[in-house]
């Protein structure tokens, strides 16, 4: 199954210290030669402080017990570096948890920053202190207090590039603790900080959303909200068109998350389209069970996948918890596309699609039937399900068809009206009335010129945007010293 994991197409998109759950659960997993495993988690390791962490993988790779004195040096430094950021740190927390202080700051952070250099002669550089402190512990596998300085940074800062990337600091600190609530939370600000920051280059743009897509899946698979979350976010145009451009491999959480959520299964059709478009950059075992079943309607075919997938998502980190949700609501829709085409359904047949056997699958269609009121019911002297077909009913056929007839009819009432009121200013004369309505139209093109180049502009900019744990805002990618060897 190392030929479906998406660890090394992930890490480009992760910070480092994301990255490390992602090769612990591999080992688990024995995927790969764990040698090759051990010198990938030391190579991600190495530029960080965790140093007694690295030293520890580094003596393992090479078999010894003694400590190396590269390490030793390396320790101290931090240690006297990290002594420094704390002491400037707690001059500057000092101050913020003072009562009378907190009394004083409001939600304006720049009356916040002059009360404080009028008062307390603060600087910038003060403030700075917080992000460079939270910065240096998160470096150090110290998550909670990394999350606090960040926290108070925010709080205070006015510099809009600092505080978006304390933001991320702060989000994958809240994640590598497992504080799902405020990471959520953290999430939901730094996607509209996305959203609506006005960036210089398209490109940036879609690379910040890449990367919080990303990261959002350690979100979306462990918050009890998340998997309406990433429904929601994941289907918003822009991101759709950011995972097609720069991420396909995303749609297979995507197709995970609309199978295991029953109430977001209306976008099951559009993701249908998006897989089937996407077929030629990324397929796996849990995109073609769909394609199986929406657009090839092989249901051997999507049985085939059905059991390849279920090898899938024991092997993914994200995706192993939502393991027996997936297959319950994958078996109901082959069980549902099943019955749709036929009438009469072989239960030992329908059982077989769905990888159980008879008498499994006698007691599992039985609750299908009963937990979803299908109009069916159970031959047990045949042993077939019988499916009472849902003809549409002539008076709702003529509704449906007759739903437009309104709104056009309106649309014309009004354009006649129109014509009616020009011909009268032009006192009768038709050939008035059309320079009339003609010059009209000239000037309403003209008035509203500047909305539709403003729309082709922005339209421009998406096209621009399709060319081109935890975060790696510089863009660079992680390279290993040797690749991964599946066992």
């Not at 279920?310 to 994200?318: A, Q, S």
Request: charged share 25%.
């Amino acid at each position: 199954m190392a030929d479906y994991d998406l660890t090394q197409k992930m890490i480009p998109f992760l910070d480092r210290q994301l990255v490390f759950p992602l090769l612990q659960f591999l080992s688990v997993k024995e995927l790969y030669d764990e040698g090759d495993l051990l010198q990938s988690k030391y190579d991600l390791l190495s530029k960080t402080n965790m140093v007694d962490f690295t030293k520890e993988l580094y003596k393992q790779i090479h078999r010894i017990e003694n400590d190396p004195e590269e390490f030793l040096e390396q320790r101290e430094k931090v240690l006297a570096t990290l002594n420094d950021l704390q002491d400037n740190a707690e001059k500057v927390m000092e101050v913020i948890e003072n009562p009378d202080v907190i009394g004083s700051l409001r939600q304006d952070k720049y009356h916040n920053m002059q009360f404080l250099k009028d008062n307390y002669n603060f600087t910038d550089e003060m403030i700075e202190t917080l992000y460079h402190y939270g910065k240096f512990q998160y470096d150090c596998g110290q998550y909670g207090i990394s999350s606090d300085m960040l926290y108070h940074f925010r709080v205070l800062s006015t510099d809009n590039e600092l505080n978006l990337s304390a933001l991320w600091g702060k989000l994958a600190s809240e994640i590598l603790q497992g504080n799902w609530e405020a990471a959520y939370e953290d999430m939901q600000k730094l996607r509209e900080s996305i959203d609506m920051k006005a960036f210089t280059d398209p490109i940036q743009q879609l690379q910040q959303r890449t990367w919080l897509i990303h990261w959002s899946l350690f979100v979306f698979f462990n918050h009890p909200k998340g998997r309406d979350g990433i429904v929601d976010m994941f289907f918003l145009p822009q991101y759709l068109n950011t995972i097609q451009t720069s991420c396909p491999w995303i749609l297979r959480y995507l197709a995970a998350a609309v199978i295991t959520n029953k109430r977001r299964k209306n976008h099951l059709r559009e993701l249908v389209k998006v897989i089937e478009q996407e077929t030629y950059t990324y397929r796996d075992p849990v995109t073609d069970f769909l394609l199986a079943i929406y657009v090839d309607f092989d249901f051997e075919l999507a049985q085939a996948k059905l059991r390849e997938s279920e090898r899938v998502l024991e092997n993914d980190f994200f995706l192993v918890s939502t393991l027996e949700d997936y297959l319950e609501n994958a078996r109901g829709f082959v069980a549902e596309a099943y019955c749709r085409i036929h009438q009469r359904v072989d239960i030992a047949e329908l059982s077989e699609r769905i990888n159980l056997d008879v008498e499994e699958g006698e007691k599992w269609i039985a609750n299908l039937i009963r937990d979803t009121r299908m109009d069916a019911k159970i031959n047990y002297k045949d042993n077939t399900v019988v499916v009472n077909p849902s003809a549409t009913s002539l008076y709702q056929q003529v509704i449906e068809k007759t739903k437009g007839i309104s709104f056009r009819s309106q649309v014309l009432t009004t354009a006649i009206e129109k014509r009616e009121n020009l011909i009268v200013a032009g006192n009768g004369n038709p050939v008035a009335a059309n320079q009339s309505d003609k010059a009209g139209e000239r000037g309403d093109d003209k008035h509203t010129g500047g909305k539709h180049h403003g729309k082709h502009s922005s339209n421009n900019n998406n096209r621009s945007s399709n060319a081109g744990s935890f975060k790696n805002k510089s863009g660079s990618s992680y390279s290993f010293n040797k690749p991964l060897r599946a066992n």
